[in-house]
């Protein structure tokens, strides 16, 4: 017998019956998001009166007594990369409220691209948009509208202001000014002149470079002769062979202003684009002294090896993350010799044989390095599937060590192992972590339980869809799984984020390193095997594109005799092998937190 229709649900059209707003959505709640972008508008009151105009205008022409207020004080509206915004977001994808309320629209963003896809989630989420000032509200077409056009002419204020910044930057150069940039040394800055004047003692360091490289012909001599006197740079660091080329190349030493002569990602512009403004100012080096060893580096760099080989570059993977455990020096990149196949590996060598105290570290090859690395990432991404709150830590390093390139290791040190089981359950990269111990207070409870519940959903999401994609019969295209993946990853992170945001801890990116090195494991087309082929992978894919993944997961490898010692991850993460062949002896101090 079909039940009985209520009075009410009578007189309803069958669209009305079939849509039913719960109750909890029918009762209004506002965010108010305010925002300024520098600390001169905080201490005008500016925060707190936009928090009132709003608040009023929330209750008496909106009518809602329920709101929560959000402020980011400091931070500019150049994109949407602020802690208390990206906290409102999360809440409103969340069905919170209703309304978002601000005092102007360019309060949110003066980017419209932005503003449209935060505006996107708004109407998913059935969030209308309003603004006082502009008299928008989202909830009208009109609303929408001119909420658009205006967010437009906000985006084209933003590009002429800046427009106007560059004229003005421009300007100044023309006349000589200081427009702001590291005070090269040999220099230090005058409140007087408002620009660099001569730094007496700095100044003995220029010309003794340029005396050296004039003497020597050859920047890596001069940076070792520098080191061997422990002579620093003007930040403490230590000469390199392009530190030395940097100074020998600058101008500003024989008393010329240049600007605007290099791009964002460093190359040279043409002259035409360039103000180089000649005797501008005291020089400390003569302008002959300084053609002549610009003449030097010019003819050094025709004779040079990259020139005889026709300009070919090679790209050492490993390059710039690898340290010698011993002394802690950055070690250098070169080629090791080819083998049968044609295969040139690259090698790395401490950088510290040239000098006077010599370093006992042996050099380290590709084709230890590279297997060795990439089965450590691939073991990591199965120990992060694997790993449980019921996990023993035994069973942890068993998987990190799978594999035969780990035959020679004896155990990982247990901080490290400890951290790495912490990152994996918990998601924070520190053996001391102490998830008991550190809950939030009692009001924030409720959302840390809801945020980790999402977590675990994105992170079971992102399971099956990887299953899907490698398993299923029926299964995805490579590019919808890729597409899939990026949504899921960005959802994961941002509620990662807001956890650690709870708990009040720097958020780690130990879930971000997984994602990573997963999404490399699977494109590599050998998940199936027992171990990756890294010579196979050096042949698929290009060396740059190699040697960028590595460095978005990598921070620091540090070396041992041949051996890799200790990696130390993007996300703080740190493990330091012991061999077996180390068992019973006692370590020296390691290097790997050594300064640059």
Excluded at 60 to 65: D, K, Q, R
Excluded at 205 to 231: G, H, P, Q, T
Aim: proline residues 4%.
């Amino acid at each position: 017998m079909p039940k009985k229709k209520s009075t009410t649900e009578a007189f309803m059209s069958p669209d009305a019956r079939r849509v039913r707003v719960p109750e909890a959505i029918v009762k209004k709640k506002a965010a108010i998001y305010v925002r300024v972008s520098t600390r001169y508008q905080v201490d005008k009151d500016s925060l707190p009166f936009q928090k009132e105009e709003l608040v009023n205008y929330i209750k008496y022409a909106l009518n809602i007594e329920d709101y929560v207020i959000f402020e980011d004080a400091g931070y500019s509206a150049k994109n949407t990369s602020r802690p208390k915004f990206q906290e409102m977001m999360t809440r409103i994808r969340n069905n919170e409220f209703t309304h978002l309320v601000v005092y102007k629209i360019d309060r949110i963003s003066r980017n419209l691209l932005d503003f449209a896809q935060m505006y996107e989630e708004l109407q998913k989420h059935r969030c209308s948009f309003v603004s006082k000032v502009e008299q928008f509200d989202t909830s009208t077409a009109m609303g929408e509208a001119m909420t658009r056009i205006v967010l437009v002419f906000a985006e084209l204020e933003r590009k002429m202001t800046g427009e106007r910044v560059t004229a003005i930057m421009f300007s100044r150069a023309e006349k000589g000014l200081w427009n702001g940039a590291p005070i090269p040394i040999g220099y230090t800055w005058s409140e007087e002149k408002k620009y660099p004047v001569v730094d007496p003692e700095e100044a003995k360091i220029v010309r003794y470079i340029f005396d050296r490289y004039m003497s020597l012909e050859s920047a890596l001599k001069v940076s070792n002769d520098l080191s061997v006197n422990s002579v620093r740079t003007k930040r403490g660091g230590e000469w390199t062979s392009k530190t030395v080329r940097d100074v020998i190349r600058n101008p500003f030493y024989k008393g010329t202003y240049r600007y605007n002569h290099k791009t964002q990602t460093g190359t040279e512009k043409p002259l035409s684009e360039q103000i180089i403004i000649e005797c501008n100012h005291e020089p400390i080096i003569s302008e002959e002294v300084w053609a002549r060893a610009n003449e030097i580096m010019d003819t050094n760099a025709e004779r040079s090896v990259a020139h005889l080989r026709g300009n070919i570059r090679y790209t050492h993977i490993f390059a710039r993350m690898m340290k010698c455990w011993y002394c802690g020096m950055t070690m250098g990149a070169g080629l090791d010799r080819p083998r049968s196949d044609g295969y040139r590996p690259s090698k790395y060598y401490c950088t510290s044989h040239n000098r006077k105290q010599g370093c006992p570290n042996r050099q380290i090859s590709d084709i230890t390095l590279g297997p060795f690395v990439l089965n450590y990432l691939a073991n990591m991404v199965q120990a992060g599937k694997a790993t449980t709150k019921k996990t023993r830590l035994s069973s942890l390093e068993k998987t990190l060590l799978r594999g035969k390139c780990f035959a020679d290791v004896d155990h990982i040190e247990e901080e490290g192992l400890r951290a790495a089981y912490n990152a994996f359950v918990y998601g924070v990269a520190r053996a001391d972590f102490d998830p008991s111990g550190e809950a939030p207070a009692a009001e924030g409870n409720a959302e840390l339980e809801l945020l980790t519940s999402e977590r675990d959903k994105y992170v079971r999401a992102l399971d099956r869809l990887q299953s899907l994609y490698l398993f299923s019969d029926e299964g995805i295209s490579e590019k919808d799984y890729i597409l899939r993946q990026g949504e899921l990853e960005d959802k994961l992170e941002t509620v990662n984020r807001r956890i650690a945001d709870i708990r009040g801890e720097q958020p780690e990116d130990a879930s971000d390193l997984l994602q990573k090195a997963t999404r490399f494991y699977i494109q590599n087309e050998l998940v199936k095997k027992r171990a990756l082929d890294f010579r196979k992978a050096v042949d698929v894919f290009d060396k740059e594109g190699l040697r960028d993944f590595f460095g978005s997961l990598i921070d620091t490898m540090t070396v041992k005799d041949s051996r890799v010692k200790a990696i130390r991850f993007r996300n703080g993460l740190t493990n330091v092998f012991v061999y077996k062949d180390e068992m019973g002896q006692e370590e020296p101090e390691s290097s790997l937190d050594a300064p640059e």
